[in-house]
């Protein structure tokens, strides 16, 4: 292979880390890195359960390719260690991050701006089931604002349950909301290099709700690509969803999650700075109905580190 790609320099993928998602962030890096290696890159796995800011300078890396899911990649943490460390990375910057971390900032950068996402309430001890049934319907669904992959999120159906799913999540310390419960399909966009890749619209009908069990490990879950959605209908869905993700300037690579509405707007249920990058991921997924084959796609998001 003739192929060089001296220009990035020795690159690190982190991945693994202490976060609840340290799973899949394992098999999102070990793709990624069996990837870039294919492409010719000079690349190592660092598993950022070490001292890897250290090692990353004593062994002068120039980049980063982040692959970690959840609190520890996600969060801002990272990047702005890597920023003040001077070390180019992939993906969206520390305040990006951090806010599209945080699902009730998220929300309200949203609604400031004239998009939509499920209705919602802020809960304490003193919130009762009756006042948010009340407030958003029944069933309806409880969730911590900064954990990742669905975890923590339960549909409520009764007081009982209330009750002691409320403690668990307690137990995050985290804000907890309660929001709107759609019954329909979820839909999905991805981001890549400034333009939104073919929507996927995914069916879980076999679960509750798109949960961590149906993201990572069933083979259950329907993932449609193309989505199915009338072409018209799709492109103005890409236009709002590129407004969202220049609103919260996320660089390189991203996703996005909704449902959609009567009209069919988007109803925004989350951002992602760093999406899973394993075999049920969605990314890849709308990037192959792109034309872009996994490895080409991991050298991609690889050069956004440059800009």
């Known amino acids: 292979m003739s192929m060089s790609n001296n220009e990035f320099g020795k690159v690190a993928v982190l991945y693994g880390g202490n976060s609840s998602e340290r799973e899949i962030s394992l098999i999102s890096g070990e793709a990624v890195y069996k990837a870039l290696k294919i492409k010719g890159i000079d690349v190592y796995l660092i598993d950022t359960k070490q001292p890897f800011i250290k090692r990353l300078l004593d062994e002068k890396f120039n980049n980063v390719w982040i692959a970690l899911h959840g609190a520890d990649g996600e969060d801002g943490k990272i990047q702005s260690l890597l920023e003040l460390s001077d070390i180019q990375f992939t993906g969206s910057q520390t305040l990006s991050c951090s806010l599209t971390m945080n699902k009730l ?184 109905e792109e034309g872009v084959d996994f490895d080409s796609l991991c050298l991609e998001i690889l050069k956004t580190s440059l800009d």
């Open 105 to 288: 900032f998220t929300k309200k950068v949203l609604i400031a701006n004239n998009h939509q996402t499920p209705d919602f309430l802020i809960l304490d001890e003193t919130t009762t089931f009756l006042e948010i049934s009340k407030t958003l319907g029944s069933p309806f669904i409880i969730k911590p604002c900064s954990q990742g992959s669905s975890l923590g999120i339960f549909i409520i159906k009764d007081e009982d349950q209330y009750n002691e799913k409320y403690l668990d999540i307690h137990q995050l310390n985290d804000w907890i909301i309660a929001e709107k419960y759609f019954n329909g399909p979820e839909y999905t966009a991805a981001y890549l290099i400034d333009k939104v890749l073919p929507l996927v619209k995914i069916d879980a009908s076999n679960e509750e709700f798109y949960n961590y069990e149906a993201k990572y490990f069933s083979d259950e879950t329907n993932y449609i690509c193309p989505s199915e959605l009338d072409k018209d209908v799709e492109e103005s869905i890409k236009e709002e969803c590129l407004s969202i993700f220049e609103l919260f300037n996320i660089r390189g690579w991203g996703r996005m999650d909704f449902f959609l509405n009567d009209d069919n707007r988007p109803v925004i249920l989350e951002i992602n700075t760093v999406p899973g990058m394993t075999t049920h991921s969605l990314v890849p997924m709308a990037a192959r």
